[in-house]
């Protein structure tokens, strides 16, 4: 009962936690499969655009890109999450309420500055499978076969 009570405590804890992560840290930002992610992607985004690529091509004309403006999605420019109503962009973070498989890869966000100056970064995004999701899993089939 005690290991119930614990593995019960451990989920509602790991349950709660979003991962943060920022571009240009210089390691990868691991993601759970299911799970939030926060992109930070600038602090201030007044006099900022900014446009995030996900690299699959290595072709700046082909590969998905989402162009912010003004510290907000522009919908109609966003073919990287164009279908997915629970990804936005708030006050310079990138917010994935929900994280899919084909989150993972390498990204680029570039700011374009008003004075016409430009600056990119990069960021490597790993999903994987939540600890919650393994744990229950495999509790499950410890019920199921009465151990």
């Known amino acids: 009962m005690m290991f119930i009570s614990g593995l ?8 709660c936690l979003d ?3 920022r571009f240009n840290q210089s390691d ?5 499969l299911g799970h939030k992610l926060n992109v930070l992607m600038l602090l201030n985004t007044s006099g900022y655009d900014m446009k995030i690529q996900k690299r699959i091509n290595y072709n700046k004309t ?6 912010v403006k003004n510290g907000r999605m522009k919908k109609n420019e966003c073919d990287l999450y ?3 109503p629970k990804v936005t962009v708030i006050n310079g973070t990138l917010i994935i309420n929900s994280v899919i498989r084909a ?3 390498n990204y680029t966000v570039s700011l374009y500055r008003s004075d016409g100056t430009d600056t990119s970064a990069a960021l490597e995004v790993i ?3 939540s ?11 410890m019920v199921l076969f009465g151990l």
Request: proline share 5%; aromatic share 12%; charged share 15%.
């Open 8 to 15: 019960m405590l451990l989920l509602q804890t790991v349950a």
């Open 19 to 21: 991962q943060f992560c």
């Open 28 to 32: 990868p930002c691991y993601a759970a």
């Open 62 to 67: 082909t590969d998905p890109v989402c162009r």
């Open 82 to 84: 164009n279908k997915r």
């Open 103 to 105: 989150d993972s890869g």
């Open 127 to 129: 999903v994987e499978v």
């Open 131 to 141: 600890v919650v999701f393994v744990l229950v899993w495999c509790f499950q089939l």
